[in-house]
């Protein structure tokens, strides 16, 4: 700042008078202050820079309080308050430009965070996570979307929703559920239909569409969440299979036929019809598990299940009943129709040839038939008549069949079968059975030479019953066994009496011929 010369003369003559020495005074006090206010203005505008540092506190500290009183402040006066004034505002907005960028920046962070946490849950989700527009078409898919459906993004922008689904019915179906929500008239449908891949697999899908929170009805879009449900509905199947089917065979289990049977039964009695049910037995099947093991078995038996469908009529049911046993029924079958399929079926049965390492079986089978309605109208009277009938096969030889008729004596025989196996079960459990001895004479000297044990049962009402009315059927039922050991033990504990009582006998006894082969014996 330049300095400004004023003209100050010496006081002249005049100045010595009074008025004339206090005019030279102001004058000289005027000049003073005009430098001085020149000084001070320019001291202030050089703070000013640090205001737009903000060095707000530095520039208040480096102006002087006011020089005058209120009634005589000068321009520098006003300049300093306007500093001052200027700073405290300046430092205000400033503050408050912090605050708001510390908020912004907060957030930011958050809305960073969000958008990360979205981001994570697209790319992980194991679902599929698309968008459309309001005309269905596909505007974004995640990436667990594009793996599971083998397409890329680029294929299937702009393609229509329905494109993806495997199914006509599907199609129409999402058709008219996406109209409701572009309409509004829905906000949210789940809907399950199937979906096709790029290499044309097909997955079960479970879709949840929504309309997107916020999306005015012109720019709506339709937030589609897809679950694969595939695995699930494939063990779902498994399971209902299971339920029906014997998966050795994968021929109908025992439950399943049986509810068949019970179908074809009423059927026959609505409309008049006939059939027949066919209960079919493996012949030494059990051989074939003893010589080679269950696997040959189960080999033998899974042979069988794809042989018998083969050879029937795709009416027909075929079911294992357990074991090596089989059920035929022949829906809409005459006594003629039925004796020939079964003839058939053994012939089948006995081409086949079952070799395992060195040894080879020929396989027999003994088929028993029973007709509806003629044997029974339920599926127990049947299944027992069948039975029995299968049973006169396997007595007479084996490798055949058999027919029950009205004049067959088999029904009586099974009945007395059932009481009298009944009938040696409750002895056995209630000790009714009985140890007789008779003594064995020498013709030579006539004396004692061992006892034989008897065997006898009692009956309900007290009697003795002799052994021809029950060990036959204790024979084929297997519990001559029983039998057996309980004659051995008793025979054995009376003789260990005698002699303590100083009697030396002998004892004999009649075994069955299953006893040489039972272990236990």
Not at 340 to 345: D, E, F, L, M, N
């Amino acid at each position: 700042m330049s300095a400004t010369r004023w003209p100050i003369s010496a006081p002249c003559s005049s100045a010595t008078s009074p008025w004339g020495l206090l005019a030279w005074c102001c004058r000289i006090f005027v000049a003073g202050h005009i430098v001085g206010a020149h000084v001070a203005l320019w001291h202030a505008a050089a703070h000013l820079p640090w205001l737009a540092e903000g060095a707000f506190a530095k520039v208040r500290a480096a102006i002087p309080k006011p020089r005058l009183a209120h009634f005589a402040r000068d321009e520098v006066d006003v300049l300093n308050d306007t500093a001052i004034a200027l700073s405290l505002q300046l430092e205000a907005l400033n503050s408050e430009v912090e605050n708001q960028t510390r908020n912004l920046s907060k957030r930011m962070i958050e809305i960073t965070q969000q958008r990360n946490f979205v981001t994570q849950i697209l790319e992980t989700a194991q679902a599929i996570i698309l968008t459309q527009n309001q005309n269905n078409k596909i505007l974004t898919v995640n990436f667990y979307g594009l793996t599971i459906t083998g397409y890329t993004l680029l294929e299937l922008r702009g393609q229509p929703f329905v494109a993806l689904l495997a199914q006509e019915a599907s199609i129409q179906s999402a058709q008219n559920y996406l109209a409701e929500l572009v309409n509004g008239e829905m906000e949210h449908i789940e809907e399950e239909c199937d979906l096709r891949c790029k290499n044309h697999d097909t997955l079960n899908i479970v879709w949840h569409h929504s309309r997107l929170a916020g999306q005015a009805k012109g720019d709506l879009m339709i937030l589609s969440v897809g679950m694969d449900i595939t695995a699930r509905k494939k063990a779902e199947l498994r399971l209902a299979w299971l339920a029906n089917h014997d998966p050795l065979t994968r021929l109908y289990n025992r439950r399943h036929f049986t509810e068949e049977l019970n179908d074809v039964i009423a059927a026959a009695r609505r409309y008049h019809r006939t059939g027949a049910l066919l209960f079919l037995d493996l012949d030494q099947f059990k051989y074939i598990n003893d010589t080679s093991g269950h696997r040959a078995g189960d080999r033998v038996l899974q042979r069988l299940g794809e042989l018998l469908p083969s050879i029937l009529r795709a009416v027909d049911v075929v079911g294992r009943l357990g074991g090596d046993e089989f059920g035929v029924i022949l829906n809409q079958a005459t006594t003629d129709e039925a004796i020939q399929v079964t003839r058939k079926i053994i012939t089948h049965i006995s081409e086949l040839e079952f070799s395992v390492g060195e040894r080879i079986y020929k396989l027999s089978a003994s088929i028993g038939i029973a007709l509806f309605p003629e044997h029974g109208t339920n599926t127990e009277d049947l299944l027992a008549q069948a039975d029995l009938a299968m049973y006169r096969v396997k007595e007479s030889g084996r490798g055949g069949w058999h027919l029950l008729s009205r004049e067959d004596q088999s029904q009586r025989l099974m009945h007395e079968h059932v009481f009298w196996k009944q009938k040696v079960e409750r002895a056995l459990r209630e000790n009714r059975f009985l140890l007789y001895v008779q003594p064995i004479l020498r013709i030579r000297d006539r004396t004692t030479s061992h006892y034989e044990v008897l065997l006898r049962m009692r009956g309900d009402d007290g009697e003795i019953i002799g052994p021809v009315q029950f060990i036959e059927v204790a024979e084929k039922t297997g519990l001559i066994h029983s039998i057996d050991r309980m004659v051995m033990s008793e025979t054995i504990r009376y003789q260990a009496l005698a002699r303590e009582q100083g009697l030396w006998v002998t004892f004999t006894m009649n075994l069955s011929a299953h006893a040489f082969k039972n272990p236990d014996c």
